[in-house]
């Protein structure tokens, strides 16, 4: 018999109710195309509301196409109704679901990567631009805008990455965006066409490789190390679009790219008439050395600089930045009228003032010393839990990476972390070639306190030690 709960305290109306839990019931596929469903009167007897109630969501549920009624028989699930995700969305739906945080559950520690600290956005300051901006702008700035973005913050903009990141361009090559990701995504739409190929370091973010496959790319990976991408690898027969990087500090395994390999892959792109795509997400966060410069500076003409103040700041701003070689300008600058038009003027006009009154170098010096701290308590807490394990990745970021002597992170483990309560990401998971990283983890900090690292570490030991391999 079909049982379901109902919330007799909810503010939805308890027709909504019943006809929301059958239709998921049939989406999911519990209930089956041509299954029959319980007569009115039994299912309002077992989940115990009115006849008519059950009557009124049936009647949605036939209005909409869900179910039919078949005379002097009853009323069955339809066919057709459910839309068959393909075996790519279904693996990429499995490795999620793998991952999936339980959002609900507070009590949970979870070491996600590339979370920075919500809880230290500068909110006052913020506030105070953002009512001045709104106070003292122009008309104009409220109708429509250039595609590039504003004025002055591509301005700003490019004062301070030739100071921080040594970049090398004139205001007109940035073209302000929603976000690294809208920036990657218009430069694979520009660079690529359908079928070709593009080369990204392996393993390599699962969000951003997600960007050029939706775009129909054929993707090669190239096999990085602890010192990131080995240029060496690089298809040599077939022209990639474009190399995706991220030197500064790849993802997952936290490599800084030396300069040699840096030279490499320039040497490279000019050999093969094609572009280096360097995402610099997380730069300003290096702990050991001084930061090292973009790969953009060393060729503007070849290297495509993707930013973002989604870490340095927060995602929830939605701005990013992209920096082209001048004679790409035109064709980006239509791609983006035609995807959003601009980003939004006024955000881009605080961002603007922010930077220029000096507190964006101060919110990056006192975040630099707050990451600073959280990765000193996960290093710490770590060497003083655990003797068979290795630290990687650790000098920038807000992530580490940890290889483990005897221990296969996979979704076993995983989920047994779960059970114990904390969240771990297995580097295989980001590998396009599998079985090089069986024994990584990353373990990312950025919106930990200490005592929650502390806390995290205590549970990993737990569950690392009651640990038992199916083989
Ligand atoms: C490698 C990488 N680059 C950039 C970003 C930032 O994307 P966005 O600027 O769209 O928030 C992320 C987000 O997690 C990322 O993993």
Redesign the pocket.
């Known amino acids: 018999m079909l049982w379901f709960p109902i919330d007799r305290d909810s503010d939805v109306l308890l027709v909504q109710q019943v006809y929301k839990q059958i239709r998921s019931l049939i989406l999911t596929e519990q209930l089956g195309e041509h299954e029959k469903l319980p007569s009115t009167r039994e299912l309002a007897d077992s989940i115990g509301v009115s006849r008519n109630t059950v009557t009124e969501a049936y009647d949605q549920l036939i209005l909409e196409g869900y179910v039919f009624v078949k005379p002097r028989s009853g009323t069955y699930v339809a066919s057709g109704v459910v839309l068959k995700a393909n075996e790519m969305e279904k693996r990429e739906e499995h490795l999620t679901k793998w991952l999936e945080t339980e959002q609900q559950d507070d009590e949970i520690i979870d070491f996600r990567a590339?979370h920075p600290a919500m809880d230290h956005f500068p909110r006052k300051v913020w506030g105070r631009i953002a009512k001045e901006v709104c106070y003292d702008s122009h008309d104009d700035l409220f109708g429509y805008r250039s595609p590039l973005g504003d004025e002055t913050l591509r301005r700003v903009l490019t004062t301070y990455l030739t100071r921080t990141r040594g970049v090398s361009c004139h205001p007109e090559q940035i073209v302000i965006t929603a976000?690294?990701?809208?920036g990657l995504s218009l430069i694979t739409q520009l660079l690529m066409d359908e079928g070709d190929c593009v080369a990204v370091e392996d393993p390599v973010?699962d969000?951003?490789r997600t960007i050029f496959v939706k775009a129909g790319a054929e993707v090669e990976p190239i096999k990085a190390d602890r010192n990131g991408i080995q240029p060496n690898e690089l298809p040599t027969k077939r022209k990639p679009s474009f190399v995706f990087v991220?030197p500064s500090h790849q993802?997952p395994l936290g490599a800084i790219l030396p300069i040699q390999r840096r030279i490499q892959l320039v040497e490279y792109v000019r050999e093969m008439d094609s572009y280096i795509v360097e995402?610099d997400?997380d730069s300003e966060f290096t702990y050991e050395g001084t930061a090292v410069y973009s790969m953009q500076g060393l060729d503007p003409e070849r290297v495509i600089y993707v930013g973002?103040f989604?870490?340095i700041l927060s995602?929830a701003l939605r701005i990013?930045y992209v920096i082209l070689p001048k004679h790409l300008i035109d064709r980006f600058k239509e791609l983006k009228w035609f995807s959003d038009r601009h980003t939004a003027t006024l955000e881009q006009q605080v961002m603007a003032r922010f930077i220029e009154e000096g507190h964006l170098d101060q919110h990056v010096r006192r975040m630099k010393r707050i990451y600073e701290k959280r990765r000193r308590a996960l290093v710490a807490a770590l060497g003083r839990t655990f003797q068979t394990l290795e630290i990687i990745g650790q000098a920038a970021g807000m992530h580490a990476v940890v290889e483990w002597e005897d221990l296969v992170v996979d979704e076993s483990f995983v989920n047994h972390c779960k059970e114990n309560g904390v969240i771990v990401y297995p580097v295989e998971y980001y590998a396009l070639k599998k079985g090089h990283h069986k024994k990584q983890m990353v373990l990312g900090y950025g919106s930990l306190t200490e005592e929650e690292i502390d806390e995290g570490v205590r549970r990993l030991q737990k569950a690392v030690e009651s640990y038992q391999p199916k083989n």
């Not at 976000?179 to 809208?182: M, P, V």
């Open positions: 590339s976000g690294a990701t809208q973010t969000e951003m991220i993802f995402d997400y973002t989604s870490k995602p990013g």
